[in-house]
């Protein structure tokens, strides 16, 4: 997967067959069939006779590359794409109705979307289905038993986001990424993965903080690759990531509480140490510091949370190192226990790519190239 994730291109040589049904989400398909084939995938659209009324079936066969399907012929296209030895990978239904949904669940087949799930779903194939409708429609219980039935049939059900009283489809990004996930069937399935991400801020004043340039475009990689491969993913950081359980925090403090306090109520298999975690932290002052005179500063040594992770709570480890003599370090702690320490100079922090190694007991793998690439050696190095 790594040559595939050098590219961008993760749905590499995998064929999508995407079912689109009568809600006005429909008219994002376009935009989402482009995502799928820009990560390698080719795409098949199937519509009900309800989503042609929100989109024309030209306009996803340009979005495709492919002739739209709008009715099962002659041909058992369900079959040839979603049966027994079928070309396709995953059946994907987005946007998904609470209709098509119910009828899904409940076994019904009376449309060429529910004809591929039923097929799909009988012959094992991965599917993910991607609810779109009303707040109030989605709050309905035979929708809420139907969604319980479909995920205990093992079906991936991407949850919509509740705005405005309306359960809108979830963004493109989330509905590639569950693909991908789906597809992958990767080697962390069942396992809980937890990545510290990003820059620290310690306060110097009630104003002013000390900070780095670190970004978070790294452990945000990580962390999506995780999912990608099955996991279970939490992140502690500033921001929000996609489809992992976003945790935030701000100082070295904060990231250490959050760290420990998950690994106390979760059973923790990796951890992945990507933050840019303040070596030290100012000692604060109360108020502004005034300005226009000469500042004395001290600074205070901060404990090592990845020491501390691997001493009490020993899960499989990930450092970062950063600096331009690196090497013994890293040798240490991989001596200390951690399974992979990727290396990296001050000149990649806010940058998307740069040159990294990464290094493991059975030997070094240096990387040129973006920091999802980087991600996907990480991963490989250690599973």
Known sequence: MTDAIRTGQTLQNREIVLGITGSVAAVDVVKLAHALRRRGASVQGVMTEAARGIIHPDAVTYATGRPTLTRCGGLVEHVT??????????????PCTANTLCKIAAGIDDTPVTTFATTAIGCGMPVVVVPAMHESMYRHPAVLEGIARLTSWGIMVVDPHIEEHKA?????EE??????RAVMQGP??????????????EAV???RVMTTRSSGRMGREIALQAFRLGADVWVVHRDRFPCVRNVHA??????????????????????????ALSDFAPERTDGKIPSGSAVTIRLVPQPKLLREVLEQWSPV??????????????????AAGVRAVVVNTPDVLGRDEGTFSVRTAAGT??????????AGAVWSAVL
């Open 205 to 207: 004043d009630d104003v």
């Open 168 to 172: 809108k489809i979830a963004p493109v």
């Open 81 to 94: 794409y979603c049966g027994v030895g079928g070309s396709a990978d995953v059946l994907l239904i987005a």
């Open 365 to 374: 793998t240096d990387i040129t190239g973006s920091k999802e690439e980087v």
């Open 250 to 275: 701000v100082s070295a403090a904060d990231m250490r509480n959050a760290v420990h306090d998950i690994c106390a109520k979760r059973n923790v298999d990796y951890y992945v140490s990507a933050a």
């Open 175 to 180: 509905i590639v990424l569950h693909t991908e």
């Open 188 to 201: 962390l399935t069942g396992k809980t993965v937890l990545v510290t991400s990003g820059r620290c801020e």
């Open 317 to 334: 480890t990930v450092a970062f190192k950063l600096g331009w003599q690196e090497g013994d370090r890293a040798a240490e702690l991989l």
